[in-house]
């Protein structure tokens, strides 16, 4: 039988969503804001040291920006965690990923800080450790689990390594409809980005538990 996520926020299927949209950002920021990355802060601070090294001040700023911001969203999503009940109608990840597409609505220039939001509001998937925003430690993760089932022949890992593997694709998909929308829209491009997250903050208002508890009445 196939397991299904309890809560939403942790299902393959926001997974795909979040996956895609992360791509999408990332294409959007290096095409469009003069190869600056929204997601990979990792290549950001590798040029920010190049930049430093080179006393490019300019360069400096334009890719610490990026970074600060980054860790700023992470820190704006934790808050927003703080201060919310569980019990209330919203969930925190859902004002979490509102205020993502909000912030990519208004101010486009902030696509780290809406890339920072999502790194921290959601981590798992189907109770793994995915990201949604970059590949490196999807990639490592599901080549592990590939040559555990190579080694041991175990079903869940071989699963494992497709989940992995999969947002992955959906994180490419999602940087080559980036890339087709930009041709069309340029700027405004980052718009259907926002409509990405608007979807996710919709599919979050499905209660999977309570329609287990249903089914199983």
Same mark, same amino acid.
């Given at each position: 039988?196939?397991?299904?996520?309890?809560?939403?926020?942790?299902?393959?299927?926001?997974?795909?969503?979040?996956?895609?949209?992360?791509?999408?950002?990332?294409?959007?920021?290096?095409?469009?804001?003069?190869?600056?990355?929204?997601?990979?802060? *990792?290549?950001?601070? /590798?040029?920010?040291?190049?930049?430093? #090294?080179?006393?490019?001040?300019?360069?400096?700023?334009?890719? @610490?920006?990026?970074?600060?911001?980054?860790?700023?969203? =992470?820190? /704006? &999503?934790?808050?927003?965690?703080?201060?919310?009940?569980?019990?209330?109608?919203?969930?925190?990840?859902?004002? #979490?990923?509102?205020?993502?597409?909000?912030?990519?609505?208004?101010?486009? #220039?902030? !696509?780290? @800080?809406?890339?920072?939001?999502?790194?921290? %509001?959601?981590?798992?998937?189907?109770?793994?450790?995915?990201? !949604? !925003?970059?590949?490196?430690?999807?990639?490592?993760?599901? *080549?592990?689990?590939?040559?555990?089932?190579?080694? *041991?022949?175990?079903?869940?890992?071989? #699963?494992?390594? =497709?989940?992995?593997?999969?947002?992955?694709?959906?994180? =490419?998909?999602? &940087?080559?409809?980036?890339?087709?929308?930009? %041709?069309?829209?340029?700027?405004?491009?980052?718009?259907?980005?926002?409509?990405? /997250?608007? &979807?996710?903050?919709?599919?979050?208002?499905?209660?999977?538990?309570?329609?287990?508890?249903?089914?199983?009445?």
């Amino acid at each position: 039988m196939k397991k299904i996520a309890k809560q939403m926020s942790e299902s393959i299927e926001l997974g795909i969503v979040l996956a895609a949209s992360g791509g999408f950002m990332d294409a959007y920021s290096y095409i469009m804001r003069d190869h600056v990355f929204a997601n990979a802060q *990792t290549g950001n601070m /590798l040029l920010l040291g190049v930049s430093i #090294s080179e006393r490019n001040w300019p360069e400096v700023v334009r890719y @610490l920006f990026p970074v600060l911001a980054f860790a700023a969203g =992470i820190m /704006l &999503a934790d808050l927003v965690r703080f201060r919310m009940d569980e019990k209330k109608r919203l969930h925190w990840r859902q004002i #979490s990923v509102l205020l993502e597409a909000i912030v990519l609505l208004l101010a486009n #220039s902030l !696509t780290s @800080l809406a890339c920072g939001i999502q790194v921290e %509001s959601f981590r798992k998937i189907h109770g793994n450790g995915i990201a !949604t !925003t970059m590949c490196i430690g999807n990639l490592r993760s599901g *080549t592990q689990n590939l040559c555990d089932y190579i080694h *041991t022949k175990e079903k869940k890992c071989l #699963s494992k390594s =497709i989940l992995y593997y999969g947002v992955i694709l959906c994180f =490419i998909i999602g &940087a080559v409809l980036g890339n087709v929308c930009i %041709s069309y829209m340029q700027e405004k491009a980052i718009l259907v980005c926002a409509f990405f /997250l608007l &979807a996710a903050f919709i599919m979050m208002f499905i209660d999977r538990e309570k329609e287990e508890h249903e089914s199983r009445s």
